[in-house]
């Protein structure tokens, strides 16, 4: 049996996972502005404080009565793809984290006597793998490669909450735009030198959102009691990677001259700098758009300009 369905108007409770992070901090700042209920969900002693819900995916931990009440869960935690080279214990701890985490979710959603009416459930754009110069919306196939692989799986890890009638939408989150952290915090030093510049030969696509989008798109998500699926969160403006690096020594009045070789992230990252830099995805925002979401911040010029204002 589904929750009560909640419009715009109305106040809802809303479990997060990965709360603490990037997207999870705007997300539960802008949930609490609205007056809706954030239940955390956190590990060990941090699960004492009120309203958290204690859960632990490494040893399948979370109880469906921890659910009870929830009209709506968002699910944003996974290990970050990004932080060193990927050995393959490393790729383990990647896919496991997203697969078994959101696996453990989906089933004890699907065992709640009434459920929640929506799961959000994070993947990304790495489903598509290298798109070349080809743009892509969400009916494309997976594309190649261990991410591609890790977003199938991730995706598909959410089936028990879709069998038990639980609407779940699939956010495809590109590259995040937020002065406080992900790719935007680590290039911003690096380009307030001068010493910044297009990685390879640039022409991999540069999927971005602004944060501030990313989590307009989510609370879209839902609202929106007709979206379900794959969504696409990226910018409707077609950027590369050059693109990108032009844009962003534009806004910080910097020349951007020092292109990074391919070859160097080879040797400095492994497989990981194919995949993760030197490829990339040019995505369409289909769904979204389709289902009436306006951006904020379309424009990449002024997007920059506006969280960097920030």
């Not at 990647?94 to 959000?120: D, H, N, Q």
């Not at 020349?255 to 194919?274: H, N, S, T």
Request: glycine share 12%; aromatic share 6%.
């Amino acid at each position: 049996m589904n929750g009560r369905a909640g419009g715009e108007g109305a106040l809802l409770r809303v479990g997060v996972t990965g709360a603490s992070g990037l997207i999870g901090r705007a997300l539960s700042a802008a949930l609490a502005a609205k007056g809706h209920t954030v239940r955390p969900f956190v590990r060990g002693s941090a699960a004492a404080r009120e309203g958290a819900i204690r859960w632990d995916p490494a040893r399948g931990e979370l109880g469906a009565t921890a659910l009870e009440g929830l009209d709506a869960v968002v699910h944003l935690a996974g290990e970050s793809v990004a932080e060193g080279r990927w050995t393959e214990a490393q790729k383990a701890r990647i896919r496991e984290s997203r697969v078994a985490g959101t696996g453990l979710l989906a089933k004890a959603i699907a065992s709640c006597s009434v459920r929640p009416r929506v799961l959000v459930s994070a993947s990304a754009v790495g489903f598509y793998g290298d798109t070349g110069e080809r743009e892509v919306d969400e009916t494309a196939p997976r594309g190649g490669g261990f991410l591609a692989e890790v977003c199938e799986a991730w995706e598909r890890a959410a089936d028990p909450a879709r069998e038990a009638g639980v609407r779940v939408v699939h956010p495809r989150i590109g590259v995040v735009l937020a002065p406080e952290g992900g790719a935007l915090a680590k290039l911003l030093p690096v380009f307030r030198m001068g010493a910044g510049g297009r990685i390879g030969d640039g022409k991999q696509g540069f999927p971005w959102i602004t944060i501030d989008d990313v989590v307009g798109a989510i609370l879209h998500a839902i609202h929106e009691e007709t979206l379900h699926g794959a969504v696409n969160l990226v910018a409707p403006a077609r950027t590369t990677n050059a693109d990108f690096t032009r844009a962003l020594a534009t806004v910080l009045s910097r020349p951007a001259f020092f292109p990074v070789p391919a070859f160097a992230l080879r040797v400095a990252l492994g497989p990981m700098a194919d995949e993760a830099l030197l490829s990339g995805q040019l995505v369409r925002p289909r769904v979204l758009l389709e289902h009436g979401y306006a951006f904020a911040h379309p424009e990449l010029i002024a997007a920059l300009r506006h969280v960097l204002s920030r």
